[in-house]
């Protein structure tokens, strides 16, 4: 199950600090600098109202001062947005990227079963749109908000030093602001974590669309496919709506009582230059100010669901490290030869475990000897993988014990930390985008083109890797895109082989394979020296080469030795 929990602001902002903290410095700076350029605001509407009385009074040597000053505070207002700009920029990738690395650690850290309940699709949504909401919260709220803050209060001094009526109307906008906040927060909130939610529902859709893209052509299902994806952009349109809705009747509102402070701004002007009591620069004064005090405020009101969808964007990411860390029972890494030199077998002892509810093993045992070719024979679904899954510690037992029993005697529990003493190829293969050289040394990026060629050549790979016009820099695309899958399961074997891990768990792994690859396959990986081979496996081939089969029955495995 998803772990879902209820977070209060100050562990939210306490998450924050934590992840922010080295980007601090640089913040402040920002919020200094926010606070600058809003001071320039304020100082623009009253130089405009200097340089225009200046030029009323017919002094050309008070104007050409006044526009001097004018034209220095012009420059250092450019000096600082030009500042702002570009830390803002580089604030929001350094956190960007720090978010991002942080999210994708506390991924590869966390209980395998635990994050499997994520879909892909929903946490490739949280690194990407809820970092960037994040990212663009802690960088843009808090310097924006100093700013505005600054501006609000410098215009609404000057302006109630003209006419005290003026803070009547501003106070009026800064309490129906105060209300809208507390109304609408929740509100936001969830709504924003909706938007989320079903904005991953519909990467996710896409995401398996088109990595299945030749079943769907193959079974015609055209039609239904782009219906579903139209309902999940429907529903996802549908709460971008309402969260839109709901920004759009607050800053309405809002805008609508500074409105009639603008016209109560314009009509208190033009009655002043009617009565001689007001110039044509304190009538620009005026105007200026109140839209110094009005944007600040519509803002303002426009940052509550970006502050709100931060928020809830760092709730979602909290979720995640939230989940279980993947467990050890042993933090001390283990040398991968010296554990295998003492290595007497594999054992179960009383080992249960449970996926979904379902029953795969009850109370099984097993001993299985250093260096048997062994294969794992049953029916679909009855927990062949699994049980290599145990072996590697990504999946935790219910109760027993699986894992290594030693020369002296010792039982190591199978977990993260004797991972290592594995080669697993599993079911798909997982191959990536780039060359075949690359891919075949993927674990081993240090390998000589001797170690990469030999590894090739017992998984069989050379027969048609010498028949490529590249060869072993023939690029592959995306999930062996270009290859056979016979071609990619060779590849995957000839990349564990190069592993060098002493214990091969191989999961149908030569199931595209003709029957007399398949044999040369499994004779050289049962020639290879001090070398233990489990084989998940349907076809009759691996059974004419093992010298042991496990048989899942009844949730029990039973071993025949041949």
């Given at each position: 199950m998803n772990t879902k929990r209820t977070y209060t602001d100050k562990e939210v902002f306490s998450w924050l600090y934590q992840n922010a903290k080295g980007q601090i410095l640089a913040c402040v700076l920002l919020v200094f600098a926010n606070i600058g350029l809003a001071c320039m605001g304020v100082a623009f509407a009253l130089a405009s109202k200097s340089v225009i009385d200046g030029a009323t009074a017919g002094g050309l040597t008070v104007l050409v001062w006044r526009s001097a000053v004018f034209f220095g505070i012009i420059a250092l207002q450019a000096l600082l947005q030009a500042y702002c700009r570009h830390a803002q920029a580089t604030i929001q990738g350094r956190l960007e990227m720090g978010f991002k690395c942080r999210f994708l650690s506390a991924v590869l850290k966390k209980d395998y079963q635990a994050v499997m309940a994520?879909?892909?699709?929903?946490?490739?949504?949280?690194?990407?749109?809820?970092?960037?909401?994040?990212?663009?919260?802690?960088?843009?709220?808090?310097?924006?908000?100093?700013?505005?803050?600054?501006?609000?209060?410098?215009?609404?001094?000057?302006?109630?030093?003209?006419?005290?009526?003026?803070?009547?109307?501003?106070a009026l906008a800064g309490a129906a602001m105060f209300v809208v906040?507390?109304?609408?927060?929740?509100?936001?909130?969830?709504?924003?974590?909706?938007?989320?939610?079903?904005?991953?529902?519909?990467?996710?859709?896409?995401?398996?669309?088109?990595?299945?893209?030749?079943?769907?052509?193959?079974?015609?299902?055209?039609?239904?496919?782009?219906?579903?994806?139209?309902?999940?952009?429907?529903?996802?349109?549908?709460?971008?709506?309402?969260?839109?809705?709901?920004?759009?009747?607050?800053?309405?509102?809002?805008?609508?009582?500074?409105?009639?402070?603008?016209?109560?701004?314009?009509?208190?002007?033009?009655?002043?230059?009617?009565?001689?009591?007001?110039?044509?620069?304190?009538l620009t004064a005026v105007l200026q100010l109140v839209n110094q005090v009005q944007s600040p405020f519509v803002g303002l009101s426009g940052m509550l669901p970006q502050y709100y969808g931060a928020l809830a964007s760092a709730e979602r990411m909290m979720d995640i490290e939230a989940l279980l860390d993947e467990p050890a029972v042993d933090n001390a890494p283990y040398d991968v030869e010296a554990l295998y030199a003492h290595l007497l077998g594999i054992e179960l002892r009383g080992l249960s475990f449970h996926y979904d509810r379902e029953p795969v093993l009850e109370r099984a045992d097993l001993y299985l000897e250093k260096g048997s070719f062994a294969v794992i024979s049953?029916?679909?679904?009855?927990?062949?993988?699994?049980?290599?899954?145990?072996?590697?510690?990504?999946?935790?037992?219910?109760?027993?014990?699986?894992?290594?029993?030693?020369?002296?005697?010792?039982?190591?529990?199978?977990?993260?930390?004797?991972?290592?003493?594995?080669?697993?190829?599993?079911?798909?293969?997982?191959?990536?985008?780039?060359?075949?050289?690359?891919?075949?040394?993927?674990?081993?990026?240090?390998?000589?083109?001797?170690?990469?060629?030999q590894a090739a050549e017992l998984s069989c790979a050379m027969d048609f890797i010498e028949g490529l016009p590249m060869g072993m820099d023939t690029i592959i695309g995306e999930k062996g895109l270009g290859l056979s899958e016979g071609q990619?399961?060779?590849?995957?074997?000839?990349?564990a082989l190069l592993g060098g891990a002493p214990i091969l768990l191989l999961d149908e792994v030569t199931s595209a394979l003709d029957a007399q690859t398949e044999k040369q396959v499994l004779e050289n990986i049962k020639c290879l020296r001090n070398r233990t081979c489990l084989i998940v496996t349907h076809k009759a081939a691996a059974l004419a080469v093992c010298d042991v089969v496990l048989r899942f029955v009844d949730g029990k495995i039973i071993m025949e030795k041949r």
């Open positions: 994520y879909h892909s699709g929903d946490l490739l949504n949280r690194l990407t749109s809820d970092v960037q909401a994040i990212a663009n919260g802690v960088t843009s709220l808090l310097p924006t908000f100093s700013g505005l803050i600054t501006k609000i209060v410098s215009a609404f001094w000057v302006l109630c030093m003209l006419d005290w009526r003026f803070s009547m109307i501003f906040t507390r109304f609408f927060r929740k509100r936001l909130k969830a709504l924003h974590k909706r938007v989320q939610e079903t904005d991953g529902r519909v990467r996710s859709f896409l995401q398996e669309l088109l990595s299945s893209f030749l079943v769907i052509r193959t079974f015609q299902v055209e039609g239904a496919m782009e219906d579903k994806g139209r309902r999940l952009q429907q529903a996802n349109y549908d709460e971008k709506i309402r969260k839109n809705t709901i920004s759009v009747v607050a800053n309405t509102g809002i805008s609508f009582i500074f409105n009639l402070g603008y016209l109560y701004a314009l009509v208190w002007s033009c009655h002043g230059l009617i009565a001689g009591t007001v110039s044509f620069g304190t049953g029916l679909s679904g009855i927990g062949k993988s699994t049980l290599l899954k145990l072996l590697l510690g990504v999946f935790t037992p219910d109760s027993g014990h699986i894992g290594l029993r030693m020369d002296d005697g010792f039982r190591i529990a199978a977990d993260r930390q004797t991972r290592g003493i594995f080669a697993y190829v599993p079911q798909g293969n997982f191959l990536l985008s780039g060359t075949i050289r690359e891919n075949i040394a993927f674990i081993r990026p240090e390998a000589t083109e001797e170690e990469i060629i990619v399961q060779r590849l995957a074997i000839a990349r």
